[in-house]
C-alpha cells in the first residue's frame, strides 16, 4: 500500500532557529515527490523532487531526496513568523497519472 | 489572471440537505481532483477526473457526486449520505503528460463546510 508518513506532526520554534521536516514514503514506481506549504487555505507548491542527492533551493528553504532511503527533508533556515504553516509532502499514487497522496502534514509554528 | 477558483467560501448545511461545491479553472488543465481536509488527516482524494466526460472514485469517494461536463469545471456534490460532511474541500488541477511523468497540482483557496 502505497503511503506517505510525515515528522513531527508539530513543531513549536523561535524566530531565527532552523528546522528539518521530514518524509518518508512507499509509492511503487517511484517518480516525484512533492512538498507544498499551506498556510490559511490552498496549498502551494515548494518543490518537485525526482533526483537523489541533488539539492533544489528557494531562498531559506531547501530540500533533497534519498531515493535509496525513500527520504526527502525540507530545511528551513533563519525561521519568521510567516514560514508558519502546515507543510505538506507528496507522492504520486504507483501507476496513476497524476494522482497524489499527501502525509499528514508538519505544523509549524513560529514564535517571535 | 489564470488560475482555480472555488466558491463558496464557507458554506453551512442543514444535516440531510445536498449541497454542491464549484471549482473552475482557467489554466487550460486537463486533470482536476477533490480533497477532503479534516485535522490532522492531511489531504485525502474524493474523486478525479482526466478528462472531460469521465471521473474516478478516490479514497474516499462515498457520500460524494462530481460531474465534468466542461473541462474547466468540476463541481462536487456533498450528499446527504455522506455521515460527517463537515470538513475544508479543496479542487485542484493539473496537466497530463505521459505515464512516467507528473506535474504539479494547482489548488483552489478551498471551501469550509459546516453541517449543522
Known amino acids: 500500500e502505497d503511503k506517505v508518513v510525515q515528522s513531527p506532526l508539530s513543531l513549536v520554534v523561535h524566530e531565527g532557529d532552523t528546522v528539518t521536516l521530514n518524509c518518508s514514503y512507499e509509492?511503487?514506481?517511484?517518480?516525484?515527490l512533492l512538498w507544498y506549504k499551506q498556510e490559511k487555505k490552498a496549498p502551494t507548491f515548494l518543490f518537485m523532487l525526482t533526483s537523489s542527492g541533488i539539492e533544489k533551493k528557494s531562498g531559506r528553504l531547501s530540500s533533497i531526496l534519498d531515493k535509496k532511503e525513500l527520504f526527502s527533508i525540507l530545511n528551513i533556515t533563519a525561521t519568521q513568523t510567516g514560514d508558519s504553516a502546515i507543510y505538506l509532502c507528496a507522492g504520486p499514487y504507483g501507476g496513476s497519472q497524476g494522482n497524489l497522496i499527501f502525509g499528514k502534514g508538519t505544523k509549524l509554528s513560529v514564535k517571535p | 489572471d489564470g488560475g482555480i477558483t472555488q466558491s463558496p467560501k464557507y458554506l453551512f448545511r442543514k444535516e440531510g440537505q445536498n449541497v454542491t461545491l464549484s471549482c473552475e479553472q482557467n489554466l487550460n488543465h486537463d486533470a482536476m481532483y477533490w480533497y477532503r481536509q479534516d485535522p490532522g488527516q492531511g489531504l485525502r482524494l474524493i474523486y478525479y477526473s482526466q478528462i472531460v466526460n469521465d471521473f474516478q472514485k478516490g479514497d474516499i469517494a462515498e457520500g460524494y457526486s462530481v460531474s465534468r461536463e466542461k473541462k474547466e469545471s468540476f463541481p462536487l456534490t456533498v450528499t446527504s449520505a455522506q455521515k460527517n460532511p463537515t470538513a475544508f474541500y479543496l479542487c485542484?488541477?493539473?496537466?497530463?503528460?505521459?505515464?512516467?511523468?507528473?506535474?504539479?497540482?494547482?489548488f483552489g483557496p478551498g471551501t469550509r463546510l459546516t453541517v449543522l
Open positions: 485542484a488541477s493539473s496537466i497530463v503528460t505521459g505515464r512516467h511523468s507528473y506535474n504539479e497540482q494547482f
Open positions: 509509492v511503487t514506481n517511484f517518480r516525484s
